[in-house]
Every structure is written in structure tokens, then in C-alpha cells.
């Protein structure tokens, strides 16, 4: 059944899901329905080998030492920064910076550019249904400098309001920050729009690319924010890692992060010079057998190509969308004109935890609650939703397994 139909113009589902070893597995006697994507992916061999690999075959720490282990670590770790520069198109290495993930790279801003640059009085503009990894890093940094939070209100489809967004623009605005793609609506959002708006006002502006950077082709020199964060584990890489993006420019005059090795140039008691970029936001020993493998990921995407997993997932989105429409009771939270693979919805007089758990008995793994977006929920009235998210290697027939999962759910709780 999750096999039917599976193959589209250009992607050979069999051997696509062959790469994820996890998906032969079965949950609670059932085949693995996993829909839980916008979350983390799943991991190809690819990937689980390069971390093996590593860990059995040169495993040294990076950049000081000057043995074969320490060579070949040092050359596959940099192949990988280089990897990530071309997957979103920056201008130079110097502008990738390693970080744990998209939280670590927003609050890297935060406490970096935000606290050399925020004063009070001051503005900063997030969004209605932002995560709350970039909201709490701004909220803080307001707080501390008695500046001011602005919020672009959500509309009832799920779109951001652009005019509204377009009175918040004051000339006090320091900093834009957004969401590429919303995790708990799926809402593309108009970044270059948004983006070309804020820098006339004379403000930057900080991609939050978490559910982007799977989905849509990034590219930050045509986008031209001045930041764009993400994670490995959200494009088929491991947990752990993610990268920070900045114009060399703005991250040459910030100040450092955090202090100790790799991010000095000469350290005395009396006074510390600081690494070139991008190491001046690297201190201590990096998260190396993950750096390495976030390039097996990229080379997983890149080598079944961007658009054509792009086009599987329009397929898998505009397939589940109208097939759950057609659920009794049902109500799909965010309705955007453009949207990527997530599908976010309601169903009348029940729990979204109560549906999730009896899905889990099916073996359909699915997100509820509120997605680390409360102020989103508060919008729109509710506690939750079931969030069901797409990756390269679900199928049609799995979205059969969710739509007749969920009948049988209604059934047991009506
Ligand atoms: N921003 C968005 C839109 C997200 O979906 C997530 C994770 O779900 C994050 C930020 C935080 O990512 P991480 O937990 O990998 O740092």
C-alpha cells in the first residue's frame, strides 16, 4: 500500500526509501508511516556512514594538528563548509559558520550584532508565527535594552499582512526577523518582498531558514538577507549541527561569542586578538563527525536534484490537501497561496494529542500540539493542531494510510 503509486516524473520512490534504513521498520506492528518531517528527517546511509566513517577511520580534533588523522578531519570538515556555501549560494566560506542549529545561530545574533547594535528605543520585527527559537532571543534582547518588539499580524489564510508589515517599518528599525517557512502552517513567506522593504528602511534582516532550506532552493546572495540560519537534522543530517550564514561585512564588525580555543589569534593576560571568520564564531572543539556528515546530506539532495524533490513534495501537499478537506469535520489550519510540505489541521470535538496517539497505535507518526509556536495558536484560537509533514521519500500511499487512520480515529473517539 505505501508503495503504490510511488514514483514521480524523476524520483524512483523504491530506491529513494531503500537510502532511509529507519523506514523498514515497523511501529506497534504496523509499516513506519513517518509524517513527522518538519520535526528532523529521517537519515540516509549516506549520511549514518560519513559519521561512522569518520569516528573509524580518522577521527583527530580539527586545524591544530599537523598529523594525517588531523589532515584528512581538517580537509573533510572545510569540504563541508564549502559544500553548505554553494548549497545556498554565499559568496565565500568565510560567511558559513558551524553552529549546533538554527536556535544556537539565532541567539548568536542575538547576543552578538543584537547587543553591539540595540539600543533603547530601538525596533525589532518578528512575526506572528514565529518559532519560538526566534522570538525568545529578540523578547530577551528588547527587554535587556529597553527597545521594542513589533509583530506582523498572521491573516486568516495563513499569510503574513504586508501592509501591516509595511506601517511596522519605522526608521528605528534595526532588525527584521522571519520565518522563511512557517513550521506549523507551511506558509512560504515573501523573504526578497520583505526583505528589500526593511533594508530601504535602513534595517537588516535575519532569515530563520529551518524548514526552508529542505524544501526551496536558497539562494542568500539573490535573497540578500543578512542572515540566514538553519539545521542539519530538518535536511536529512544528523542533530547537532547547523549553520549561520552572514554577509562577510556585518560578521567582520560584530563582536566574538563565546571565548576559548580556535577563536583566538594570540591570547596574553593583558589583551586577546580574535580568529579571522569565519573561526571567530567557532571557539572550542566543533561538532566535527557532524559537520562532515550535513555534506553527505546536501550531496543526497543535490544528487536527486532540488527541483525534483520539490515537485514530489507539491505533489504529496496538493494530494493531502484535498484528501483530508474530505474528512468529516476536519479544518486545515493555513490556507497560503504558497505553501511546502506541511499540512496543519482541526478536527471538530477532538484532541489534536487524542488523534495523535491513536495514529501513533497505526504506526503514522504525526506532530501535535503547538509546534514551539504558542503565539501562533493564540491567534488562531486554538490549543493545537495535527501537523502531518512531507519529506523526498513519503509516498501517496502513505497519505491513504493517514486519511484512513484518521477515519478509524474519529470513529474511536466519537
Ligand atoms: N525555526 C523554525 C521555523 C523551526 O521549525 C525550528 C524547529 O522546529 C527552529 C527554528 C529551531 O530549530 P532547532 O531546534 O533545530 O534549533
Redesign the pocket.
Known amino acids: 500500500m505505501i508503495l503504490e503509486d510511488t514514483s514521480t516524473d524523476h524520483l524512483d520512490m523504491v530506491t529513494i526509501r531503500q537510502q532511509f534504513p529507519i523506514l523498514s521498520r515497523t511501529v506497534k506492528g504496523r509499516p513506519l508511516v513517518y509524517l513527522d518531517n518538519?520535526?528532523t528527517t529521517q537519515k540516509p546511509q549516506t549520511v549514518i556512514d560519513a559519521i561512522s566513517q569518520y569516528y573509524t577511520g580518522y577521527n583527530a580534533n580539527i586545524h591544530r594538528g599537523i598529523h594525517t588523522l588531523a589532515e584528512e578531519a581538517t580537509a573533510a570538515y572545510e569540504a563541508s563548509r564549502t559544500s553548505v556555501q554553494e548549497f545556498i549560494g554565499a559568496s565565500s566560506s568565510e560567511e558559513i559558520i558551524f553552529t549546533?542549529?538554527?536556535?544556537?545561530?539565532?541567539n548568536l545574533v542575538a547576543y552578538t550584532w543584537g547587543r553591539a547594535n540595540i539600543v533603547a528605543g530601538d525596533e525589532i520585527i518578528i512575526s506572528e508565527m514565529?518559532?519560538h527559537?526566534?522570538i525568545v532571543p529578540w523578547q530577551i534582547l528588547c527587554e535587556e535594552r529597553n527597545a521594542v518588539l513589533k509583530v506582523i499580524p498572521v491573516m486568516d489564510n495563513g499569510e503574513l499582512s504586508m501592509p501591516a508589515y509595511l506601517d511596522l517599518l519605522t526608521s528605528n528599525t534595526k532588525l527584521v526577523a522571519v520565518?522563511h517557512?512557517?513550521?506549523a502552517l507551511g506558509t512560504i513567506n515573501p523573504v526578497e518582498n520583505i526583505i528589500r522593504a526593511a533594508h530601504q528602511a535602513g534595517a537588516l534582516v535575519l532569515i530563520?531558514g529551518?524548514?526552508s532550506a529542505v524544501h526551496l532552493d536558497i539562494n542568500v546572495q539573490d535573497m540578500d538577507c543578512d542572515f540566514f540560519?538553519f539545521?542539519g537534522?530538518?535536511l536529512y543530517g544528523p542533530?547537532g549541527i547547523?549553520v549561520l550564514y552572514g554577509k562577510k561585512d556585518i560578521l567582520n564588525h560584530m563582536p566574538v561569542f563565546q571565548g576559548g580555543g580556535e577563536m583566538i589569534k594570540e591570547v596574553a593576560f593583558e589583551h586577546t586578538t580574535y580568529n579571522e571568520l569565519p573561526y571567530k564564531y567557532e571557539a572550542g572543539t566543533p561538532n566535527i563527525a557532524d559537520a562532515i556528515a550535513l555534506k553527505a546530506a546536501i550531496d543526497f539532495i543535490t544528487i536527486h536534484g532540488r527541483d525534483h524533490i520539490r515537485q514530489h513534495e507539491t505533489a504529496l501537499l496538493n494530494y493531502a490537501t484535498e484528501q483530508l478537506e474530505a474528512v468529516p469535520g476536519l479544518t486545515i489550519i493555513g490556507n497560503a497561496g504558497e505553501k511546502a510540505g506541511v499540512v496543519s489541521f482541526i478536527i471538530k470535538g477532538l484532541h489534536p494529542q487524542d488523534i495523535g496517539i491513536l495514529l501513533d497505535n497505526q504506526g503514522i507518526a504525526v506532530r501535535t500540539g503547538h509546534?514551539?509556536t504558542q503565539p501562533l495558536m493564540k491567534r488562531f484560537g486554538i490549543p493545537g493542531t495535527v501537523r502531518a509533514s512531507f519529506a523526498v521519500y513519503n509516498t501517496m500511499g502513505e497519505i491513504d494510510v493517514l486519511v484512513a487512520g484518521l477515519h478509524k480515529a474519529i470513529k474511536m473517539l466519537s
Open positions: 518538519a520535526a549546533r542549529g538554527t536556535t544556537e545561530g539565532i514565529e518559532h527559537s526566534n520565518t517557512v512557517s513550521n530563520d529551518a524548514q540560519a539545521s537534522h530538518k542533530t547547523g509546534h514551539c
